[in-house]
């Protein structure tokens, strides 16, 4: 089930970093940036800029290839647990919420990692994780 999850989630976070590279789904905001490469709203709600499609894309890819091994997707999604969850309550503050410039982290990102952080906490440290264990 891992496994499974390391795949759907891995198709979808690639497909969300190649949407963010598509104009017309991208509509312009003043994001303040110090990158100001390619940002915007990705259907006019999560702020993206060209780092965080790339994001997008590793962790999309990442997951793919985890997807081979019951131990390299649990692996996975307990690190995108901790990853996802200190995104989202870095988007709470100012500063942080850019992550410094680069990133965007605020607005409906902020929801949105912390409900792919408990997701993926669940498949990663619950009782899908444990289940070939046995």
Do not use: C, Q
């Not at 499974?4 to 303040?32: M, Q, S, W």
């Not at 989202?88 to 792919?116: E, M």
């Not at 990663?124 to 046995?134: H, I, K, N, W």
């Amino acid at each position: 089930m891992v496994k499974k999850f390391a795949l759907i989630f891995g198709v979808v976070y690639a497909l969300v970093g190649v949407l963010g590279f598509i104009p017309a789904l991208v509509f312009e905001a003043e994001l303040e940036m110090a990158a100001h490469m390619d940002h915007g709203l990705l259907l006019g709600l999560f702020p993206v800029n060209l780092w965080h499609n790339l994001y997008h894309i590793a962790i999309g890819l990442w997951g793919v290839f985890a997807a081979n091994s019951f131990n390299a997707s649990v692996t996975f999604a307990r690190v995108n647990a901790v990853l996802f969850a200190a995104l989202a309550i870095f988007g709470l503050f100012p500063g942080l919420n850019t992550l410094f410039g680069f990133l965007p982290l605020y607005g409906h990102d902020v929801w949105l990692h912390a409900a792919t952080a408990a997701l993926t906490a669940y498949f990663g440290f619950g009782a899908p994780s444990r289940l070939e264990l046995a």
